[in-house]
């Protein structure tokens, strides 16, 4: 299996989440990082006693997608309008 050591890192879950790790070299010199947060299928994955998620990203994501829809929008629609074109879709 081909590793891609640019895209790759490490992240430690578990009760000793914040103790140093020795970094995984390749047989030919290529070292995979240890970070404190990774993304993978577009989830950001947190170094944690227990698993976590952030979910930082996406509510960035949403706020701006709020303020592009405001900016067409601006100030000639009504509260009602703003608030309906803003909500989440409900599955």
Not at 43 to 54: D, G, L, Q, T
Not at 61 to 78: D, Q, Y
Request: charged share 20%; aromatic share 10%.
């Amino acid at each position: 299996m081909v590793i891609n050591f640019n895209k790759s890192s490490c992240v430690r879950i578990g009760p000793r989440f914040n103790v140093r790790c020795v970094s995984i070299i390749s047989l030919n010199g290529d070292v995979i990082s240890w970070m404190t947060e990774t993304r993978y299928l577009g989830i950001y994955m947190v170094s944690a006693k227990v698993f976590k998620c952030s979910l930082h990203y996406a509510e960035c994501a949403f706020h701006r997608a709020v303020n592009a829809i405001f900016g067409k929008v601006g100030c000639t629609s009504s509260e009602e309008v703003i608030t309906m074109l803003s909500r989440k879709p409900v599955n």
